[in-house]
């Protein structure tokens, strides 16, 4: 029996499956910039539902005439040693650009524009910190001037595409942007990204992370007075339905046996999220016939294996967060002072901790009440209380 790969794999091929309707109408969205129709998209779903692996997928068909580029936030935030800043994500922004122009074959037949672009922008001054080339081409160490570096930045896919005649568009995937939430003016970021946005004919902007649909950084960003004002285009990547989830095993995992009712029981407990099928399947046996109580056995005796990203997730979580969830889970629902009122924190620092619970995508706050967005970090939580008399430390 293979294993099947839980977080990001090369081999995407091999792995992937389905999601046919997705990729089909993601395509169509980043083909627009074949007519100069940019978009912008906010691509939202579930933790574990293949936001990520989905993307990467595209990548890997779009043709070549537009070039994509993927930056992930939480990556450039854990090597950041100091706070991350809007010049840092800019420039690793650019960075990435740089790496994804370079992997297409235009750069030699091109080089003498190029070049002649970074002519141009060493005249002024740009700090570029640790970028030293563009496509080879050297560039000097500078200060930093923000309004500067950001309008190169900016400018630069756009001037891309004017450039080079193979090139019709650029699109830029910006995963786990909730935590673009770190950056303490991050409001003029995406004002920033919004202003060009409406100038620029040849580049597409795709937003995606570990948000739910009522997570207030949509609001802020996409709401009324926000900087997309309702301009982003939603999109919901799905739980795979139980027929998906059918010919998923039949496909890809045809060993494992269920009688019917053991596959219903099965359904439910992943809710056809991709991540816990894999992870379910990691631990299952192909001598074992699944009925319903086989598949509850299974599931309580490998919890761990199964909900490892949750148990990843809450052992990075600070005692004041986890006390926090535990009273989600005792009570299921709370206001922010009923909340507030259970963990006998000061304001200022419960806020805090609330809001990077919910930069972790594990709060969901709904009509005015908090709760824990996912089912199997809850049932996980309560089945340790049960057993152990406290929860997980
Ligand atoms: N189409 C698919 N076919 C097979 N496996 C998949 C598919 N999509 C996702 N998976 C599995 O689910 C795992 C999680 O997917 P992914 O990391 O893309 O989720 P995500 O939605 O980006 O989650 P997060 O919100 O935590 O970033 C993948 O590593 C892979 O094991
Ligand atoms: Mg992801």
Redesign the pocket.
């Known amino acids: 029996m293979n294993s ?6 090369d081999d995407l091929d091999e ?5 046919k309707n997705d990729i089909k109408k993601l395509k169509y969205q980043i083909n627009s910039l074949n007519y100069s129709l940019p978009q912008q998209i906010l691509l939202t ?13 595209i990548m890997t068909e779009i043709e070549s005439n537009i070039i994509c580029t993927y930056i992930d936030i939480a990556q450039i935030y854990a090597q950041e040693e100091n706070e991350l800043t809007k010049e840092t994500a800019l420039i690793e922004l650019l960075k990435e650009m740089n790496k994804s122009i370079q992997a297409n074959n235009y750069k030699n037949k091109y080089k003498a524009k190029i070049t002649e672009l970074i002519d141009n922008l060493k005249l002024k001054k740009y700090d570029f910190h640790d970028i030293t080339e563009i496509l080879n081409i050297p560039i000097p160490k500078t200060e930093t001037n923000y309004r500067k570096l950001s309008q190169f930045v900016m400018e630069f896919p756009q001037k891309i595409v004017d450039e080079i005649d193979e090139i019709n568009g650029f699109v830029i995937i910006i ?2 942007f909730q935590m673009l939430k770190k950056i303490n003016d991050l409001e003029k970021l995406f004002w920033l990204i919004r202003s060009y946005s409406q100038t620029q004919h040849n580049v597409s902007y795709i937003f ?3 948000i739910s649909r009522s997570s207030e950084i949509l609001n802020e960003i996409n709401g009324e007075s926000g900087p997309f004002g309702g301009r982003l285009q939603q999109i919901t ?1 799905n739980p795979f339905t139980k027929e998906e989830t059918k010919s ?1 095993f039949k496909d ?1 995992m045809s060993e494992i046996n269920f009688t019917e009712d053991g596959f219903e029981r099965f359904y439910k407990c992943t809710r056809g ?3 816990y ?3 379910f399947y990691n631990v299952m046996d192909s001598n074992q016939l699944y009925t319903p109580e086989i598949v509850k056995e299974t599931f309580f005796t490998n919890m761990e294996q199964i909900l490892i ?1 949750w148990i990843k997730v809450w052992s990075s979580l600070n005692d004041n967060e986890k006390n926090i969830v535990k009273q989600l889970v005792d009570e299921d629902s709370l206001t922010w002072s009923e909340l507030l009122e259970k963990t006998s924190i000061s304001r200022g620092t419960f806020n805090k901790y609330l809001t990077n619970l919910k930069y972790k ?1 594990i709060l969901n706050y709904t009509k005015k009440k908090y709760s824990i967005e996912d089912e199997m970090l809850k049932t996980w939580l309560k089945h340790e209380k049960e057993v152990y008399g406290i929860y997980p430390l």
Request: charged share 20%; proline share 5%.
């Open positions: 099947k790969p839980l977080f990001l794999h792995y992937f499956y389905n999601r779903g579930y933790r574990g539902v293949g936001k990520t692996y989905l993307l990467k997928k995963d786990e995606t992370g570990s990547i998923y890809k999220i991709p991540l099928i894999n992870s990203m995508g």
